[in-house]
Every structure is written in C-alpha cells, then in structure tokens.
C-alpha cells in the first residue's frame, strides 16, 4: 500500500535527517571509568521467583573498579563490607551508579545517600556512562545460579547468593582488571601481598 502511495505522491513529505552517533567526548559526554576502589558503585535489582512461585527482588552493589561485588542484599551490607561500619558521611567521595528505577530515585532513598555521602550518579539510556558493570554481573549470576536452580524458600536462596558472591570475588577471572579476581585486586590496591 505504501507502494502505491508514494507512486501517487500521497505520502506525507519527511524529512531526511541523518543521524549521527553520539562517541566519547562529544556533546560534552565523556566516557569516564572509575579509577580508584570505592570512587563508582553500580546497583541494580534483580526479579525473579522461588520454586513455589513466590516473587523475590534483591540488589546487587558491584565496586566499578576492583569488579567485586559488595553486596547481594542492601547498600548497608556494602557499606559494611567496605568501611567496616555504618554512620554519617562514612562513604563520602563515592559515586552510585543506578538506572532511573522508583526505588532508586524515591526521597528515602536519595536521603539515604546524601546521609551516607554517597553522591547519585543515575544512568541515562544510550549514553556512554551506563549502568553496564552491574548488568553485566547481574546476567552472570541469572546465568550460573538463578537460571540453573529453583529455590525452596527465600532463606535457601540468600545463602545460595551469599556463596555465589564469595566464588565470584574469589575465583572470577576478569579482563578487565588484569586478567585477576576481584579480591586479588582488591589486595593489590590495598598493597597487600596477592
């Protein structure tokens, strides 16, 4: 039909525009990565169901930098497992990377950064600084855990993620960080010996 039409030139007359990738650098856009520990966290929800059919969510807090990942649960666990306490300001100089989910743009939430010192880095569609480091973990762990097992109950998943968290950080290679696991650059960050 639309054949037919434009032979007819009953087509409404558009506008060509061509367009135009926008790369690193342009439109004022620079792809920036992380370049210390705790400087960029990622954070993300992950859906899924128990094998009753019950719906669970959890959140997964990934260091952008040493790919370790902090937490499965909550920002607190993070916190903890980085600083090795919880108070005012204690997180201050760290980015958190998250997409535009209400629970991650709510006022609770947001005041809880700002407490915490954490400064709000959401992530925009199609832009070069993306949310990528944790979704790349998050597809990871649907396919080696989530995807490959039916749990019981929410408890029996949560110690299922707790030890895929510890495998992951201890005996993930990745890439991009030298070829090691995250906690071995984590102690090489920390100078400690590997």
């Not at 495998?167 to 090489?188: D, E, L, S, V």
């Amino acid at each position: 039909m639309r054949r037919l039409w434009r032979q007819e030139g009953l087509l409404v007359p558009q506008k060509r525009v061509k367009r135009r990738r926008i790369g690193a650098g342009e439109n004022g856009i620079v792809r920036r990565r992380a370049t210390r520990k705790n400087e960029v966290w990622g954070m993300d929800f992950v859906q899924d169901r128990t094998a009753d059919g019950r719906p669970f969510r959890m959140l997964v807090v990934l260091d952008e930098y040493t790919r370790e990942c902090l937490a499965i649960e909550c920002l607190r666990e993070a916190i903890h497992f980085t600083k090795g306490r919880y108070e005012i300001e204690v997180a201050a100089g760290t980015k958190l990377r998250h997409d535009h989910g209400s629970q991650f743009i709510s006022h609770a939430f947001q005041d809880e950064l700002k407490t915490l010192g954490i400064e709000s880095s959401p992530s925009f569609v199609r832009q070069p600084e993306g949310n990528g480091c944790v979704e790349r973990f998050i597809r990871t762990l649907k396919e080696q855990l989530l995807w490959l097992h039916r749990f019981r109950t929410v408890e029996e998943l949560n110690q299922a993620l707790r030890g895929f968290a510890k495998r992951f950080n201890n005996h993930w290679i990745i890439g991009r960080i030298g070829y090691r696991t995250p906690a071995a650059h984590r102690r090489i960050l920390l100078g400690e010996a590997a």
